[in-house]
Structures are given as C-alpha cells and as structure tokens.
C-alpha cells in the first residue's frame, strides 16, 4: 500500500471517527512487511478462500511446534498512550479445526520482555472475534496490566500441533476496543474488570457455565403434558407470519444481493454487530430480515428458491460468527436487532433437519436467546431487565420449546417461568425493574419509553402461558398489576409527559402491545382482575380494535366489566421525583430531579436540548382531540398543546430556567448524559391517600460548561380539589448575561386565531405580547389555549405571547417553526432572592370564575422564603409544609420544629389530625451510573404545638412530649410519604 493511499485511508477513519491508527484489511497485492514468522516453520500468504474484510484475507500455515508470528507495526506502541481509555487489539480469525489448545498472544516491549499476553482458544470453525484491551489482558505471571511501552506482538501457536493454519482479517490496534467487549468461548475472561452483574448483553458465556438447578422430571402427568402443547401452540401460531408482499419480495432480492452468499456459505458480506458495521459489511439487523422474508417466502409462499437461500444464510451465519459461544467482538443491544430470527428458524425446523442444520442451528440460537441464565433463579442484583422482557423474552419461550424431548421442555419451562417470576419483584436501588412505588427503571431512572415495550413482552408471553401452570405466581403478578396501574395514572390517556420522557421530549405513549399487557395481565388469576380489564377497556378508546381485541372486550362485558373511571387523586413516585394529580380527566405532572435521580437523558443525537425538562416542571395534559380516532375523542399530550415544531426549549411548563440561546442550551456533553444536579430534595408528597398532595424541590446546576454554578430556586406546588398553588423562593444566580424565568404556559396555536384571556378579554390578535411590570398593583388571570385559569398576585413582572417560534428539533437540530401562546414571569438577569406566586384553576365553575375576578382564592400563604414554603387551603382547612431548611418557631398554629427537607401535610378534622410526612430523598450515598443499593431509611423530627397522641399506630412512627409540644419521630424510606392519625389530649 503506497503512502498516499494510507493517508487517504487514515483519514477516513478519522472523519468517520474510528479510533482506529491503523487497520490491516490485506486487500493488497503484496504481503505487509510489519507481519513475519519469527521462530518454527510457518509460510504466510493472502487468501481468498476465506474473508471478513474486503475479499482477501492473510493465511497462516505452520509446520512445527511453537511457531511464532510476528507483527512491528507502530501502532501497537503508539496506543499505549491510551491505555486508560481501552486501547488494545481487533482482529477475526478463522479456525477449519476445532483444537483443544489456545493461540498466545504476547505482546513484547524494545528490550524483549512479554509485558502483556493472552489466550485464544481454538475450540470452533469458522470465524470469530479477538477483541481485547490491553487493559484486560495478562502479565506473563498471570497479573493485571499497566501501561507498558510495548512494540511487538506474538502469535504462537498451539501447544502440540505440529501443522495447522489460521485465516487472519480485520486487524486493528485500536485506541479504544469497546467498552462492552464480550466474553465468549475463546476469550472467557475478557472484560473482567467491569461489574457484568450490570452488563447484561455480555454475560452470555457467563450464563452458558451454569448448569441447571432444577431436575429433568422423570415422568410428564397428563396435566403437565396439555400444558406444554397448550404454549407450544400458542406460541408457534403467535410466531407465524404471512407470506411476503410485493414490496417485502423486492426487499429479499436486494438483500440477496447484498449478502451474496456462496453455496456453501463460506463467503459472504462481512457480517458485523451494527454498530461495527462499515461499508461493505451486513449486520445483525440485515440478517434478521433475511432470515425473515426467506423462511416466509418458503413456508407460506412455497418458494423454492428462496428455502435454498435460506439454507445458504443460515451456513453463512453460523461461519461468520453468529454461533454458539461466540461474542462476535462486541454484543450489545443485539436482542434488537435479531427478534425475527427464532421464529423463522422454528417454522423451518424442518428444512433444518433435512440439511443437518437443526441442531447446530438451534444450539447457536438458544444461546443467543440468553436461555441459559433460567438456569437458576433470577438475580435480584441484575440490571436493565427491561431490555431482556423487550426483546428476548418470547425468543426464551421459543427456545424452550425445541428441547428434543417432553421431560427437558417440562424442566425449562418450568425453570423459565420461574425466572419470569423472579424478574417481576420489586428491585432495589436505581437498577432496572419495578421500584417499589410503581415506578419502572431503565438507565437508572424511571423510563416509560423502556419500560412499555419490556412490559408489551410480558403481555405476550401471558398470552401463551395464561390457564397453564407457567403463569405468574401470586407475588409476581402482584407486582405486575401494581406497575401497571401506576403507568396508566402517569398518562393520559395513553401520553406520558415531557418530564419523564427521557430522551424522547414528546408524544411517549403507551402503544397497542402496551395496552394489550393490562388484558393478558388480567386473565392471569383464575378470576379475571376487574381493575386490570376495566384499565385495558378505558385505554382503548381511541383506538383501532381488530378481531383478537373484539374477543378480549366481548369477554369482559359478558364477565360485567365495563371500563374505569379516570383516575383521581394525587400520587407519589419518588423514585422519579414525580407527582402525578388527577383531576377530572386531566393530569397534572409534577417533575424534579435530584443527585440520584436524574432529569433527562441526553445523547449524541437525541434530546439536545431537553436540560430542563425536570425544572420543576408542571404539565397539564387534558384536552382530546379535535378530530375523531375511530370515532372517539381521546386525550393526548399534542392536543393539550405540546408540539415540538418550533418548541422553546427554555420554557416548559412550571420551570424556573435561565433563557439561554440554543447554541448554549444544547448539551456540553458530546456523549450520553443522564443530568442530575447537586441538591438531594426534590419529590412529591399526598394525605389522606391523595385527596391533597404537594410537591417540592431545590434546585440547582453543577459546575459544568454552559451551566450556572451559582443557579438557585425553591420550587412547591400545592394541590387542594382543582386548585394549584405555585410556589417560588430564594430564585439567585450570578448570571447577567442571560434571563432567569418561571414559565407558567406555552401551547401550541392550533390556528392564530386560537384565543388568550387576559383579565377577562380574549386576545385574538396575532402576533401578540404584552409586559406587565412587577409594580402593576392588580391581580393577573390568565386563560390558556385549553381552558385552564392561572390567577397571579400583583408584583410580579410576567410576559405574555402569541407568535411565530423558531427552534430546533431535538436529534439533527434541524430549524423548525411554530406558533405558540407562551406565558411567564420574568426574575431578570442576575437575580438576587427573587421569588413568585401563581393559583391554576382546572375546570373552574362559573362561581369560581367570579370569585377569581374578585381576588378570592380560597388559600392562604402562611410562609413562603428560602426555609419554608406554606400553604393553606381555606376550604379543608388542609396545610401543605414545604421545609427547605431546618424550620424553627413561626406564625404558624401547627408547626414548632422541622428537621429540613421535609414535606408535611396535615388537616384537622374534630379532635383528629391527619398528618403525612415525607423524606422524597431516596438515601442510596455516591454512585456513578447506578447503584443496586437498597434505599436507606431514615430519621425525621418534627415538633407540633400541643399535646397529641397516636390515633393508630405505625410501626415507623414515635411520639413523646415535651411541654405543650409534642415531638414525632418518622422513620421514611423510598421517598414514601407516611401518613398517620393524631388524637388531641
């Protein structure tokens, strides 16, 4: 390869941003000088026999014992400079003869001594990867590496093979081998050094050690035996397809030729996991559809053809990589990309048996399915369970039913649904699962976008196993039911909002499967679970009904189950910092974020501005549509007025922000961000089992680019009935270049028309904006674009807009435009102890409208600074506490004392007092990206003014006098408000 040619080269690596110094693809016509036997007998030549780069690939052949190859590239030596970032080595290599003995590889620094080495073992055929950081590889003394100034690398081959020959290709040494490098059968140990508890989609080979636990039965009852033939059935129709349409047919021949499989499927497009896929190259995703569209096109179509091209891929498949043992370099999310293939591989079983493929073929792909961990009962400590329920569940299920006889199908269903079983538990810390408040974890935080299709799969695998003793045991189901429940309160109808949409900023809903999930759910018991049917009817609406959904809800009206109620009540999910409150048929979102929960998920290409979507954010989403979906009018988060063409990122509801220029809105971090901030205080509290509830938050920035260090606000909101009392104190920052503002409203225009109201008056006009300046010594109210009332007191400087907005989209950051009605209280720059009040009125009567124009708003401001924000609301008497700081004597008729950061409720009724009182923290210390750390419990106190005693008695709460006080000692864990009943002496 000439100089200009490696220039060329090099820079394409660069600007495609491969950290990669140099690649050997042995496409030339002469062998590299940087590669020569070194000891032994050994010829090298370039091959075309095999390939997995390009159409060459260089052949090693020996002929003695212990021969040596050697490579002098300086690459080898110029990685090590990035030693802590995994620098290593990438190659594939082919084996034509399994070997019971390892390849070493050794790498040598300028005075000979191995500084690092590893084994590569021989135990396969075809081709497989030898990815490794030098980081993960050995000392000659078996040690951990350190930098080293290393210069050569060593093959040696196998210890008592006196000939043989290996195909080498792809060979890279890398400035970066991939942090999720996979352990697989030829390098069992690689990537050691990572806690793969937490690394789920590498822990295949791990899995594959483990023997079963439970025993091959000796004997299938008659029950046991209809059970299994009631899910193979199940699960077989469920997997089959229809044959291809015109344009599925036209994709296959293209696929054909993209693949260009030979005969006997040795050669091939390189086949790479997608993420490592280069020009050139195929990867997991493409063979799925291929496997896919050729099975259909034989087993419902009857294409001969396309059954021969089935037969090649799967040759092919098992040669590149793609095979039991195997880690083809790296894994990760592969189960994505692949949930066509078990389904296509059982209908063809058949075809399979006839090539003596069947066995090989399924034993590669029941490995892929990660079977092999049901081995033994889930592990209460593994993460991102969500991903394996999304996307290997059914391929589990499947699998299980190919073992060659009906006893080991009997044992591992069995093992199976236990571990199902097992994964519906309440999981601890910020690890995936289901948290103990309903919430549901992904990336160590709570994730509908994730959580939904996990939960889609457990439905579908209900719908197999459902009347069979594989079902779900009591505990899990209860779990299940709990979950959720707690989902459909957090939508409306199916829409979740901006706050917890991660890095997906609107329109999240549940979809169909998700909705099917509640029905399958339902008809777990013997007795089908009301609730859970009556959630599957309301959720419904809206939507388009096919003939199994028509079955599902003429069986629930012939059961007398007819669809819930909306939800109603306030409800907490502190693992989210979030609270949810239903009014009529709207929902109010709530959101903050803390130390260890985090706000947002930004990534490269995803949610680029999305930094203030847990601000202390208040969304109302409950307007329906305008135009039927099959005849119904449901609720969604667009027609409620969130739309992202020309969205200002800098204004979401409820949140206090500094108004920052998008170029400086847009993530600091080049990579994925899970942002959270220094303060641990930010959750939602109820009483009396949510008939009120609030909300209450610090908030503040970390040290970072683009961010204020110095940004400071607290934040409340207070429910009572339809009324929201907002909150706002201590608002401070240093920064004096860019405004600090409270958002109460914007909402996309549905036409320009599309009115305000402003004091009484409808402002038509377009476009509009008026300033109202804090000495303005009137109250301001407020109509929104979906009839919602907000009523300001005076002296408070607030802007309110209808206009043409520009932005950017969230992924490409490509311009987008849109007109919006935008409402919000402007601190200015630079404030110094700024603070803000404002009421919503959801679904105001008349009366209450008129009450409003006279300044009546039934609630009363008790406190509202930097310790302690408190609120009464003038109708049930009920009190909301937000405690920010350590809380000492006031005005106030109920509250001595407070420990800080606390939220405390209470209304007394008669000689009663109902109180809850909630630490949201969730207590779990320092970690980075999650932690399967049990939420500590805590201590609380608080001093109330006169004697109490305890009505009932929780075990997590203490009482003891003091004088004319009574002092309460609360015990809280997992953000859970606890609330309790006082009796006066």
């Known amino acids: 390869m000439n100089m200009q040619k490696k220039v060329v080269i090099a820079l394409l690596w660069m600007l495609l941003g491969v950290n990669i110094l140099y690649a050997h693809n042995f496409e030339d016509s002469h062998l590299p000088s940087t590669i020569q036997g070194k000891e032994g007998r050994s010829e090298l030549s370039l091959s075309r026999q095999y390939y997995k780069d390009g159409k060459q690939s260089l052949l090693w052949s020996w002929e003695s014992e212990n021969t040596v190859l050697t490579f002098t590239d300086n690459a080898i030596h110029d990685v090590v400079s990035s030693f802590d970032q995994r620098s290593g080595v990438k190659l594939w290599i082919f084996n034509e003869t399994p070997q019971a003995n390892p390849v070493v590889f050794r790498f040598r620094d300028a005075n000979d001594m191995i500084q690092y080495q590893f084994d590569f073992h021989l135990n396969f055929t075809g081709w497989r990867a030898a990815w490794i950081a030098y980081s993960d590889m050995w000392t000659p003394d078996g040690g951990k590496t350190t930098p080293q100034q290393v210069v050569s690398m060593e093959m040696v081959s196998p210890e008592n093979i006196a000939t043989g020959r290996l195909w080498l290709n792809r060979m890279e040494f890398a400035s970066y081998v991939d942090r999720q490098a996979t352990p697989d059968a030829q390098i069992p140990e690689n990537n050691r050094h990572l806690d793969r508890e937490i690394w789920h989609w590498g822990l295949l080979h791990k899995w594959e050690q483990q023997q079963y636990d439970l025993e091959i039965p000796a004997t299938v009852t008659i029950a046991e035996s209809t059970d299994l033939a009631l899910v193979y059935d199940n699960v077989k129709q469920m997997l089959k397809k229809e044959g291809l349409a015109d344009a599925e047919k036209k994709e296959l021949q293209k696929l054909i030729q993209l693949f260009s499989i030979s005969e006997d499927g040795t050669k091939g497009a390189p086949l790479m996991q997608n993420d490592n896929a280069k020009q050139g190259d195929v990867h997991f995703g493409q063979l799925n559809k291929l496997i896919d569209l050729s099975a259909r096109a034989w087993y419902v179509d009857g294409d001969k053809s396309a059954k021969e091209e089935f037969v090649k891929t799967v040759r092919y498949m098992l040669i590149q990589g793609f095979a039991w043992e195997s880690g083809m370099g790296t894994n990760h999310h592969y189960g994505y990309q692949i949930r066509d293939i078990f389904g296509a591989i059982w209908w063809m079983e058949d075809v399979l048996r006839a090539n003596n493929l069947w066995v090989e073929t399924r034993k590669a792909v029941t490995y892929w399915s990660g079977l092999q961990e049901t081995r033994r009962p889930f592990n209460q400590l593994r993460d991102e369970i969500t991903d394996s329920w999304n996307t290997l569940l059914i391929p589990r299920l499947t699998c299980v039913l190919w073992g060659e006889t009906e006893h080991e199908r009997l044992r591992d269903m069995k093992a199976l649904a236990r571990w199902v079983n097992g994964s519906l538990h309440y999981s601890p810390g910020t690890i995936g699962g289901i948290k103990v408040d309903g919430t549901a974890f992904h990336h160590g935080g709570h994730y509908p976008a994730y959580s939904v299709p996990g939960l889609s799969y457990v439905g579908r695998y209900l719908q197999c196993v459902n009347r069979t ?10 779990v299940l039911k709990f979950a959720l429940l707690s989902l459909s309160r957090q939508t409306n109808l199916r829409d979740w909002g901006v706050g917890v949409s991660g890095r997906h900023p609107f329109n999240g809903s549940i979809h169909k499967n998700g909705i099917l999930t509640y029905a399958f759910a339902a008809m777990v018991p013997a007795e089908t679970d009301r609730e859970l049917a009556g959630e599957y009817l309301r959720l419904m609406e809206g939507m388009r009904k096919y003939s199994p959904d028509d079955t599902l809800i003429n069986q629930f009206k012939k059961e007398g189950i007819s ?17 949810i409150y239903r009014y009529n048929k709207k929902l109010v979102a709530m959101k903050g974020f803390t130390q260890n929960v985090w706000g947002s998920e930004i990534y490269v290409r995803d949610n680029r501005f999305g930094r203030y979507q847990s601000y202390g954010s208040l969304q109302i989403i409950g307007t329906p549509v305008t135009e039927a979906q099959y005849n119904e009018y449901p609720i969604t988060e667009e027609s409620s007025g969130y739309s992202e063409a020309g969205w200002d990122w800098n204004r979401n509801p409820g949140t206090t922000s500094i108004s920052l220029p998008l170029e400086r809105l847009n993530s600091p971090i080049a990579g994925s961000d899970m942002l959270r901030q220094p303060h641990t205080f930010a959750g939602a509290s109820q009483l009396n089992e949510g008939e009120f509830g609030m909300f209450a938050m610090k908030l503040g920035e970390r040290d970072r680019k683009n961010f204020t260090p110095s940004f400071n606000a607290h934040k409340s909101f207070f429910a009572f009935g339809n009324r929201i009392i907002a909150l706002g104190a201590a608002i401070r920052n240093d920064n004096g270049d860019y405004p600090t503002e409270t958002t109460l409203f914007q909402q996309q225009l549905q036409s320009v028309e599309q009115p305000l109201e402003v ?15 804090r000495n ?3 109250p301001l109210i407020l109509k929104n674009l979906t009839g919602d009332y907000y009523f300001l007191p005076p002296g408070q400087s607030v802007s309110i807009e209808k206009q043409a907005q520009e932005s950017k989209e969230n992924k490409k950051m490509d311009p987008t435009r849109g007109n919006f009605a935008t409402a919000y209280i402007r ?13 919503i009125l959801l679904d105001a009567t008349q009366s209450q409208i008129k009450r409003l124009k006279k300044g009546i708003t039934e609630y009363e401001i008790i406190q509202k600074d930097e310790t302690a924000h408190i609120v009464r609301d003038r109708l049930s008497n009920a009190r909301g506490y937000a405690i920010f700081e350590d809380f000492r004597a006031s005005t106030d008729t109920f509250l001595e004392k407070s420990d800080k950061e606390i939220m405390i409720m209470l209304q007394p009724i008669g000689n009663k007092l109902n109180i809850s009182v909630c630490d949201p923290d969730l207590h779990l210390g320092e970690y980075n990206y999650t932690t399967p750390t049990e939420s500590n419990p805590v201590s609380r106190e608080i001093t109330l003014k006169g004697n109490y005693t305890l009505a009932d008695v929780p075990p997590s709460v203490s009482l003891r006098a003091e004088g004319n006080n009574t002092i309460i000692t609360v015990v809280c864990q997992h953000g859970m408000p606890v609330e309790f009943t006082l009796c006066t002496d």
């Open 827 to 839: 601190h200015g720059a630079a404030p110094a102890n700024d603070a803000y009040e404002y009421m």
């Open 759 to 773: 004091n009484g008056k409808k402002v038509n006009q377009f476009p509009y904006r008026q300033e109202i300046d």
């Open 776 to 778: 303005w010594q009137e």
């Open 563 to 579: 669809l819930n109620p909306y939800p109603k009540g306030f409800y907490v999910y502190n693992y989210a910092s979030l609270g």
């Open 469 to 478: 003793q594989f079902t779900l045991n009591r505990e899990a189901f209860a």
